[in-house]
């Protein structure tokens, strides 16, 4: 059973479209994240959720828009696609390593296969 | 300044070397530190996590370096299955981002 996965691994689009990364977790995590691979392979993070709730939203343009419909699911979606939105996305889970009981295994993030993006 | 800076490389060595490198952090309220692993076009997954003491794993080995703001990998009697980006990674205390540099590439050779 895949512990992240996401849809779909490639998403080619045009300019201007509205599109969806869909990302589940089936490893009981209590926070998602999204983040962002370029072509220099640096990897940011954009959003991230803990237990459904937003946590982390970086510098992103309001074009992206996360949803958790449970602590299970965060889908990104992305309005009016641009030529530089090009990259890989990851979804990624980890435990809840805030919590005081939190040992250094709730720490590893683990992520979804990536969807690349190409937007023409 | 990047919160994460790295060597991108590439390291080329031959089956059986060593190789290392380091990986330098700007925030010193940085708690916890990893090494995470990326084969080229598939997702990054752990390596191991880096502790105070220094820490190995079989034929690799982190260190920390808090004064210095560094942590450092060093993979003994590199296998061709070694050949990958190895992405340093940190978090500070009390926050759930887990910040990652842009990653070092060693390539084994035969």
């Known amino acids: 059973d895949t512990a992240v996965s996401q849809t779909p691994k490639y998403l080619v689009t045009q300019m201007g479209n509205d599109k969806s990364i869909k990302c589940e977790q089936n490893?009981?995590?209590?926070?998602m994240y999204w983040y962002k691979q370029d072509s220099k392979k640096f990897l940011k993070i954009m959003f991230s959720?803990?237990?459904?709730?937003?946590?982390i939203n970086e510098t992103v343009p309001n074009r992206f828009s996360p949803k958790s419909p449970d602590k299970a699911h965060l889908n990104l979606h992305i309005n009016s696609l641009e030529l530089g939105d090009s990259a890989v996305y990851f979804c990624?889970?980890?435990?809840?390593?805030?919590?005081?009981?939190?040992?250094?295994?709730?720490?590893?993030?683990?992520f979804g296969q990536g969807t690349r993006l190409t937007v023409v | 300044r990047k919160e994460v800076e790295q060597d991108p490389g590439p390291f080329n060595v031959p089956e059986g070397a060593t190789v290392a490198f380091n990986c330098t952090y700007s925030?010193?309220?940085?708690?916890?530190f990893f090494w995470y692993r990326q084969d080229c076009r598939k997702e990054p997954k752990l390596l191991m996590s880096?502790?105070?003491s220094g820490n190995e794993d079989g034929r690799f080995t982190a260190q920390l370096n808090r004064a210095s703001q560094y942590i450092s990998l060093l993979i003994r009697d590199s296998k061709l299955s070694d050949s990958a980006t190895y992405l340093c990674?940190?978090?500070?205390?009390?926050?759930?981002?887990?910040?990652f540099g842009a990653g070092t590439t060693v390539t084994v050779r035969a």
């Open positions: 990624a889970s980890s435990q809840d390593f805030l919590k005081p009981s939190s040992t250094g295994a709730d720490t590893e993030a683990f």
């Open positions: 490893l009981g995590h209590d926070t």
């Open positions: 959720y803990n237990n459904k709730e937003l946590i």
């Open positions: 925030n010193s309220a940085s708690q916890s």
């Open positions: 880096v502790y105070s």
């Open positions: 990674v940190v978090r500070r205390s009390n926050d759930y981002k887990l910040s």
